[in-house]
């Protein structure tokens, strides 16, 4: 038992410093609170803030955000993947495809590349200008996923360039595409006709040249055909025989690193495109491809952010939004009050909520006088009322001071006492201030006795009269009561 009635560790500590005076989280009552129409669109307009600052950090955890670093390209590698994917307005016997390097090597690729018959479409190829659209790095990684998925296995393999369209064994214009291994070094592709610039016994006649091209693909490295590259889907037409179309290429390594992926080794490209006209003699009209490699290399990360610090950030974006927008309509309070004047309403005053709230969080509550609420008693003719007060329900338990009450009952206030016997006139009265004050009209009522018998927690004294009888201070000397009212006698029954 000893052990149950020993106080808590809290307790102690309560008792030294009251625990409350650190509460930084005051409750304050619903009835203290005032709400309006404006203060309600000023915080659903907090909320949309809070909400479009909360969708940036979904999008970086959903999709990241790349992290680029250059280094010197120590890979070593000596040879170069080039894939192409052109269609010239011209039949493929007129053609021919020749590569040459700073080495002096040179490969004559009529036979390299694949070459079909079809119709010059355009189709949804744009002009250069208007199709200068980089490599995206987030296409690379989502390609780069997509071959490396969980179900790849299971696909069925594609080929890596699709079928030509309207193929035609002799058709008007040529389809060229493939993919070229080359060396790793500053070389042009071009695309020439027959019997211009090159020895040949086959001369094309100048009527039948029209050099009209859309490029569908031409990139370095790893084919990806989601991936798009500048001169991908990109048309010119050619309004001359002898026209000379040059594009320059810078081509930089580039290695893609996703999260929880291998990286991608691929390259990505700047151009710049030149369009001339030839007079006879002049120059060799054809499609010109120079292309120079970058010592350097490029390494893209993707970076994301984890599940905890996603919910890390906005739980303190949410907090630290509220939180300003709190502060802000305080300042905007207090300085509306400054210039207006503060509240003048009868019996409001200004009150500190704690002394932790008003030290770090400000702040203060709008209560009551506390004069209003003056609890002090005063003595009021035979009984006890609050001061200050003129309602005849002013005293304690609601019992009214004065009026309204007939006087004192000639009857005893029990049935369970019994009567005491007449006195005379000589008998000692009831002493007045012996009883309970509660507020009734009569002498033997008023505040309880303050002598060395009184004991706390009684609220009537039933006293022994001179008489020698027990008598309630709520009952008066009774009159002369005959045989017939009286008690009945004791062990006898009634007929």
């Known amino acids: 038992m000893s052990g149950e009635n020993q106080p808590s560790i809290l307790d102690q500590l309560d008792a030294v410093v009251p625990l409350a005076r650190f509460d930084?989280?005051?409750?304050?009552?619903?009835?203290?609170?005032?709400?309006?129409?404006?203060?309600?669109?000023?915080?659903?307009?907090?909320?949309?803030?809070?909400?479009?600052?909360?969708?940036?950090?979904?999008?970086?955890?959903?999709?990241?955000?790349?992290?680029?670093?250059?280094?010197?390209?120590?890979?070593?590698?000596?040879?170069?993947?080039?894939?192409?994917?052109?269609?010239?307005?011209?039949?493929?016997?007129?053609?021919?495809?020749?590569?040459?390097?700073?080495?002096?090597?040179?490969l004559f690729l009529s036979n390299a590349f694949r070459r079909e018959g079809t119709h010059f479409d355009i189709g949804q190829a744009t002009t250069l200008k208007e199709h200068a659209k980089a490599l995206s790095a987030r296409q690379a990684i989502s390609q780069s996923r997509k071959s490396r998925g969980l179900f790849s296995w299971f696909r069925r393999a594609e080929p890596e360039f699709r079928p030509t369209y309207n193929h035609e064994k002799d058709g008007s214009a040529c389809r060229i595409y493939g993919s070229l291994q080359v060396k790793k070094v500053t070389a042009n592709l071009h695309i020439t006709t027959l019997g211009h610039g090159y020895n040949s016994h086959i001369h094309v006649e100048h009527n039948k040249m029209n050099l009209s091209h859309v490029i569908s693909e031409f990139s370095f490295g790893p084919y990806f055909p989601d991936i798009s590259q500048p001169l991908d889907y990109s048309v010119e037409i050619a309004k001359d025989p002898f026209m000379v179309y040059q594009y320059?290429?810078?081509?930089?390594?580039?290695?893609?690193?996703?999260?929880?992926?291998?990286?991608?080794?691929?390259?990505?490209?700047?151009?710049?495109?030149?369009?001339?006209?030839?007079?006879?003699?002049?120059?060799?009209?054809?499609?010109?491809?120079?292309?120079?490699?970058?010592?350097?290399?490029?390494?893209?990360?993707q970076r994301t952010t984890s599940l905890v610090q996603f919910i890390i950030r906005c739980v303190g974006v949410i907090g630290g939004v509220f939180t300003c927008a709190q502060y802000f309509v305080r300042v905007a309070i207090r300085a509306a009050d400054a210039v207006s004047g503060a509240d003048t309403t009868p019996g409001i005053v200004a009150a500190e909520a704690t002394g932790v709230k008003r030290k770090w969080a400000g702040g203060q509550l709008r209560v009551r006088s506390t004069a209003q609420n003056s609890t002090n008693v005063v003595r009021q003719g035979p009984g006890w009322v609050v001061e200050g007060s003129s309602s005849p329900y002013a005293s304690y338990a609601n019992t009214p001071a004065s009026g309204g009450f007939t006087g004192q009952s000639p009857y005893p206030y029990s049935p369970y006492l019994s009567a005491p016997p007449l006195t005379s006139s000589a008998?000692?009265?009831?002493?007045?201030?012996?009883?309970?004050?509660?507020?009734?009209?009569?002498?033997?009522?008023?505040?309880?006795?303050?002598?060395r018998g009184h004991k706390?927690?009684?609220?009537?004294?039933?006293?022994?009269?001179?008489?020698?009888?027990?008598?309630?201070?709520?009952?008066?000397?009774?009159?002369?009561?005959?045989?017939?009212?009286?008690?009945?006698?004791?062990g006898k029954k009634d007929d």
Not at 431 to 448: I, Q, W
């Open 456 to 490: 706390q927690g009684k609220s009537v004294n039933i006293s022994r009269s001179v008489s020698g009888g027990l008598s309630s201070p709520f009952a008066v000397p009774s009159p002369l009561m005959s045989p017939a009212v009286g008690p009945p006698p004791s």
């Open 248 to 301: 320059f290429l810078h081509v930089v390594p580039t290695t893609y690193i996703a999260p929880r992926s291998r990286p991608l080794e691929t390259n990505q490209y700047s151009v710049t495109h030149y369009t001339r006209k030839l007079e006879h003699n002049e120059g060799v009209p054809g499609i010109f491809f120079k292309f120079d490699l970058d010592p350097m290399v490029i390494s893209i990360h």
């Open 24 to 106: 930084a989280f005051p409750k304050l009552p619903s009835t203290y609170k005032a709400r309006s129409e404006s203060r309600g669109f000023f915080t659903l307009l907090v909320a949309l803030i809070a909400l479009l600052l909360v969708l940036n950090d979904i999008g970086e955890y959903i999709w990241g955000w790349p992290d680029y670093e250059f280094s010197i390209d120590s890979q070593g590698q000596s040879q170069l993947n080039v894939n192409v994917d052109v269609v010239v307005n011209m039949p493929c016997q007129y053609l021919s495809v020749d590569l040459r390097d700073v080495v002096g090597d040179r």
């Open 427 to 451: 008998s000692v009265p009831p002493t007045p201030g012996t009883g309970v004050g509660l507020g009734f009209g009569g002498a033997a009522f008023g505040p309880p006795p303050s002598g």
